[in-house]
Structure formats: C-alpha cells, structure tokens
C-alpha cells in the first residue's frame, strides 16, 4: 500500500516538473503539499527534470514607409464688414443706363412731337419710355455677347418710338420701326464684320 502511494506522489511531482518547464508562470504558483513514505529498500526512484531557457527575443523592425494620413484642411469663416462708398448708380448701372436712357428719349420725343405737332408732353413721354428701352438693351450682358442684334434691337426701338411720337397711325409706327431696324443692322454689320 505504502509502495503505491509513493508511486502515485512520484508521478504527480514528475508531472508537475514537465508542467513547470512547459509553463513557467504557473510553476511559479505550484506548490507541492502532503507526505510521502520513503522506502530505499524497495525502490530506487530519483527524478530528474530539465528545464529549457530561451533567450528573449529580439524585436524585428520594419523599416517599410508608414502611411501618413492626409492633412485636413480647416476652413474658418469670418465675417467682414466693408463700407461701400459707391454711388447708388455705380452700385446698379442698369439703372443708371436706363435713366441716361429715359432722359435722351424725352428730349428726343418732345422734339419730335413739337416738330409734327402731336404734342410736346405726349413725345416726351413716349421718348423717355423708349429711350429707358434702349437703356437697358444696351446695357445688357447678353446683348453684349451679341452687338450686331444688340444694334438691331437698338434701332428698332428708336425707330418705332421716334414714329410712335411723330404719327398717331399703326403703320407709320410699323414703317419707322422697320426703316430703324434696317439703319441698326448696317450699324452692327459695319462696325463688327471686318
């Protein structure tokens, strides 16, 4: 029975020692408790362990490039007040365009409605409002893009307007409006096919 016993507490510590060198951190922790008889007679039982040290490993350095994610760009806002000391009609030139526009035209439709004796008041009317017209044809980007029916445009209005305020008939207005017209592409074809 006795002999049995040591046996089994031989094995368990020859276990323990092969857990020891496999694990070191829990041979660390292992404690062996109890008694064992010991009986030289019977058996002879040593027990050797050997235990394998590794040196520690060295790290292994990539040299390889890391990749460096990209720089935000940040934006700011800032409010900034600035004083505009333009006039009211460098701020709009349209406006400007079509009062420079109106003024001529009533100048030109008085005139015109003195000498056919349709009424001063009426032509002036009449011109200003066709004059505010060619204003605003002449100062239009559009128009700008195209200065040959900028011209045409431009003709057609003071034609009609100068015949509107000189005759009180449909046909005349029609008659002036096309002799205008006719003048404003001529205008346009010479100054701009060279």
Not at 136 to 158: C, E, N, Q, W, Y
Request: charged share 15%; proline share 5%.
């Amino acid at each position: 029975m006795k002999r049995q016993t040591f046996k089994g507490v031989i094995a368990s510590a020859s276990c323990l020692l092969s857990l020891q060198a496999a694990v070191p951190a829990i041979a660390q922790t292992t404690m062996l408790m109890g008694s064992a008889t010991h009986n030289t007679a019977a058996t002879k039982a040593t027990t050797t362990s050997s235990v394998r040290l590794t040196p520690p490993q060295t790290p292994r350095y990539d040299y390889r490039p890391v990749a460096q994610p990209a720089p935000r760009t940040v934006y700011q806002t800032r409010t900034v007040y600035v004083k505009d000391n333009r006039t009211y009609f460098q701020r709009h030139p349209k406006v400007k365009a079509a009062t420079i526009g109106a003024g001529v035209g009533a100048g030109a439709g008085a005139l015109t409605g003195l000498v056919t004796g349709r009424g001063v008041l009426r032509g002036g009317a009449i011109g200003a409002g066709t004059g505010a017209g060619v204003g605003l044809v002449r100062s239009s980007t559009t128009m700008k893009r195209h200065p040959i029916i900028r011209d045409v445009a431009t003709g057609t209005l003071v034609g009609g307007g100068l015949g509107w305020a000189g005759s009180r008939r449909r046909g005349t207005i029609a008659k002036t409006a096309g002799v205008g017209a006719a003048l404003g592409l001529g205008v346009g074809l010479f100054k701009h096919l060279q």
